[in-house]
Nanobody, 124 residues
């Protein structure tokens, strides 16, 4: 079992930057593919970014490519999401997720472990 705790959310102005962190505890974090998802009010949870267990494979949603960067520090059992050039449409609750396996899928149902989420609000 893996426990995930997100932090770093908050209010940012459009065009600004924010870094989210997700700390893991429990089973070996370094063996898991990790992902970030988000869910805005009234919308389905959507994939934002994912990274394989060694960081050799990353995947981004088209809407965040070139603006967001996912990374991980296995020594610290932490995965990050660096957000730049934030837009109001990035406003959502951001969730960290983990899964067994080496693939980096975009479907929420393929991830086994989830954090409680952290709110990100981008003001215009």
């Amino acid at each position: 079992q893996v426990q995930l705790v997100e932090s770093g959310g908050g209010l940012v102005q459009a065009g600004g930057s924010l870094r989210l962190s997700c700390s893991a505890s429990g089973r070996t974090f370094s063996s898991y593919t990790m992902g970030w998802f988000r869910q805005a009010p009234g919308k389905e949870r959507e994939f934002v970014a994912g990274i394989s267990w060694r960081g050799g494979s990353v995947n981004y949603a088209d809407s965040v490519k070139g603006r967001f960067t996912i990374s991980r520090d296995n020594a610290k059992d932490t995965v990050y999401l660096q957000m730049h050039s934030a837009k109001p449409e990035d406003t959502a609750v951001y969730y960290c997720a983990g899964r067994d396996g080496t693939a980096v899928p975009t479907t929420p149902g393929t991830y086994n472990y989830w954090g409680q989420g952290t709110q990100v609000t981008v003001s215009s």
